[in-house]
């Protein structure tokens, strides 16, 4: 087993994972409903956890404003890579003769919560099995972040019947969160609280990042339906001006509201169907993980390509192109009421 063990850690390395780890049923103990790895796979022991990074030249250039296509484009390239991993890895230790099941990356959520899938809980949380087996470690943000290569990773698992020795959570000096909050000012929704943190135990050691408050709030934001920070000077790749509310209760209706007017508007090229949308979706957000980065001169400097990038507005045609925020403000009234209305809550 213990040969086993370490060609599954080597097969996830050489198919390009930049760090791996094993979680098991003990390791896990404790911990919340999305690390009981037996609701995927009865008679699971282990997980294999692994990430694989995001490409930066991309992440620039979202980040400016100077082009949202690359890095949507790497996202969803790494995502299938990753949850294509997965299934490799399950094959290859099935083949072995121990039952294994690959998680979906993202966008796959659990059916029997109180909410049904719209709850958008994941049957097994990757950000959980990746920080107690070593992968990586919470920043603040409650994004996993890796030494070397930051928030900037897709996670991925696979679930096993094999009992495979676990690898050790990452000591504390490996963390290089220092709470600089720019993930916080990062994000135009407000998700993370800057004031409480969370705690999650796990086979006996306790983790830390910020609460978070709604996840309506991220929904609402990084679902593309709104992005203009509450300061507005800038704001994320969508063109939706629809008020970002201050209280938990209001984002229901806020989201409802952005969905709606959403539908109407053009194509802006690129984006990917989720199960819960009846429209095409398209990447506009994850600022809380790009700005992340483990060098703070970096995070910083990514910080301030986002703030000055101005705010995007969309064109007749589909496009969207970030301008000054005075120049935003000067389109959208200058756009005939019914097509402004698409796009804010106008008298
Ligand atoms: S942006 Fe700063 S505070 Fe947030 S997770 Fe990264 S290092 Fe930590
Ligand atoms: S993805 Fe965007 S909206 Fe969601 S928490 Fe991160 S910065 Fe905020």
């Known amino acids: 087993m213990e040969d086993l063990r370490e060609i599954v850690l080597d097969q996830a390395r050489l198919g390009g994972a930049c760090a791996v780890g094993i979680a098991t049923v003990e390791t896990l103990e404790g911990g919340p409903e999305s690390t009981d790895?037996?609701?995927l796979l009865p008679g699971a022991r282990s997980?294999?956890?692994?990430?694989?990074?995001?490409?930066?030249?991309?992440?620039?250039?979202?980040?400016?404003?100077?082009d949202r296509a690359p890095h949507e484009r790497n996202n969803i390239d790494v995502n299938n890579l990753v949850s294509g991993a997965a299934l490799n890895l399950a094959g290859y230790i099935e083949m072995k003769g121990h039952k294994s099941?690959?998680?979906?990356?993202?966008?796959?959520?659990?059916?029997?919560?109180?909410?049904?899938?719209?709850?958008?809980?994941p049957d097994?949380?990757?950000?959980?099995?990746?920080?107690?087996?070593g992968v990586g470690c919470f920043g603040l943000s409650?994004?996993?972040?890796?030494?070397?290569?930051?928030?900037?990773?897709?996670?991925?698992?696979?679930?096993t019947t094999a009992?495979?020795?676990?690898?050790?959570?990452?000591?504390?000096?490996?963390?290089?969160?220092?709470?600089?909050?720019?993930?916080?000012?990062?994000c135009a929704s407000g998700t993370m609280d800057p004031d409480e943190l969370t705690t999650v135990t796990m086979g006996g050691k306790a983790f830390e990042y910020s609460k978070r408050k709604s996840y309506l709030r991220c929904e609402y934001v990084c679902g593309g339906f709104t992005g203009l920070h509450?300061?507005?000077k800038w704001s994320t790749w969508s063109p939706g001006r629809f008020e970002i509310p201050e209280e938990d209760e209001a984002f229901g209706p806020a989201l409802m509201n952005g969905l709606a007017k959403y539908g109407e508007w053009?194509?802006?090229g690129g984006g990917y169907y989720h199960s819960l949308s009846p429209h095409k979706m398209f990447i506009t957000c994850g600022n809380c993980q790009l700005v992340c980065h483990p060098k703070k001169e970096e995070r910083q400097r990514r910080f301030q390509l986002l703030k000055e990038a101005g705010v995007v507005v969309q064109n007749e045609n589909g496009s969207v192109e970030a301008v000054p925020p005075e120049e935003a403000i000067q389109k959208m009234e200058a756009m005939d009421p019914q097509r402004r209305a698409m796009y804010e809550d106008i008298e």
């Open 142 to 159: 409650g994004n996993v972040i890796i030494p070397e290569h930051g928030a900037t990773v897709i996670l991925g698992a696979t679930i």
């Open 124 to 133: 097994i949380s990757l950000r959980y099995l990746a920080v107690r087996s």
């Open 230 to 232: 509450p300061s507005g």
């Open 47 to 66: 997980a294999i956890s692994f990430a694989y990074t995001l490409d930066a030249g991309p992440i620039d250039l979202y980040l400016s404003k100077k």
């Open 266 to 268: 053009p194509d802006m």
């Open 163 to 186: 009992e495979f020795e676990p690898t050790e959570p990452l000591p504390p000096e490996k963390n290089y969160c220092d709470g600089c909050c720019l993930c916080m000012a990062s």
């Open 37 to 39: 790895i037996r609701q």
């Open 101 to 121: 099941v690959p998680v979906i990356a993202n966008n796959y959520y659990r059916s029997d919560t109180p909410g049904g899938l719209l709850d958008m809980l």
